[in-house]
């Protein structure tokens, strides 16, 4: 605490103001969490002074670090103009266009103010259109906190059930009547997936699933897994969902472009808003047309006071327009050169542990598992306490992850950031074969 006197203090104060001192689960740290002053590039400064390589970039949501100057003009002449108006603007239709143009399977497209409401559109878009009531997701996949998709975030061993999972509330008060519309597939078990989608057929509006699921160890969908879905949603009449809030940083077409198989939906947030709150629903014209409001009212009513707001939507149009592919191979070249360092660190210092991900994404698992799903990598706590001297251990040495070991990184990584990744990574598994106490 003595290194930190400034965050001490401000968490000391925000604990009078704020349940348990904090206002989004995901950022809190115990004793107390390191409060940010300001980014620059790939760099994030804490109240203390202490200057870091941003690993985690709001949760993915930064593809080019801190600060970028041509979203930062785009913002500025966007302010001068006005911030939100009760008519819409220009802008959504130059962001919209550009995300119809990246993405093969979208038509049209509807602006939200996070993942968590475009998840909850699509889901009930689905269900407008199909009139049906469930859904069905993948065990340990996150989606935000809409209450049907957060079944089943971070059941543990106790709770799994055989191989058909238990769908598990996530929150203490979900109600039966939610739980009872989930069904919950085991990943990349593309038998089950056809089984449980066939058995739930008639009243499955959509499935849901990231094809690179964070939480559900950023592990890719297999092609077996994915095949099966769209197969037996086809068959039953569901539609797929693919939940790229996270996984677009893939590729200049999202991960869709790099999967077998195209979604009738996607999900968007994050990136997209360069920075900004923001959050996209998009898909086939036929689905998306219950949102249409041109024929009297819609099969599926959205307004939202400041969704494709113009600050927004003018950061997000600069930050695709640097997100080209060069930006891309740039950022795929950076993510397999710390993948393979961090591989080799592992078995350099005889650690058992993997790092998986793909393009600008990775993370660590200290298991000597066969990283096949999310109960293969669900950790024991021996692992959890691992992950913290990893974790711990980046932050004393410069380098910023996140609680769950994902980094993601930017286009403001150079190379000379990559070799201080690399050595503060290599420090930290050391760090973790020494069992150093945090
Ligand atoms: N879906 C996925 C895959 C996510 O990772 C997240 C957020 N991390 C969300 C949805 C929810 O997005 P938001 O935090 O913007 O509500």
Redesign the pocket.
Known sequence: ASTYPKSNALYAEAKQYLPGGNTRT?VFEKPFPLYASHGKGCHVWDVDGNRRIDCINN???LIHGHAHPGIHQAVLKQMERGTCFGMPTESEISLARELVRRLDSVDTVRFTN??????MMAIKAARAYTGRPKIAKVEG?????YDP?EISLDPGPQQWGGNTPNPVPYAKGTPASVIEDVIVLPFNDPDKAKELISLHGRDLAAILI?PL???AGLIPASDAFLGAIRETADAVGALVIF?????FRLSHGGAQALFSISPDLT?L??VIGGGF???AVGGRRDVMAVFDPSSGKPALPHGGTFSANPVTMQAGCAALEYLDEQAFSHLDRIGGEVRHAANEALKRHGVPGVVVGMGSLLKIHFTDRAPANYRAVYPTPAETSKLRIFNRTLIENGILPSGYGLMALSTAMAADDIHQINAAIDLAIRAVKNQEPL
């Not at 939940?243 to 996984?247: G, L, M, N, R, W």
């Open positions: 995901t949760y993915t949501s996070s993942g968590t409401e475009a998840v996949a996150y989606h935000g906190s998709a990231d699921p964070n939480r939940d790229e809030v996270i996984s999900t947030g994050k709150p923001v959050g």
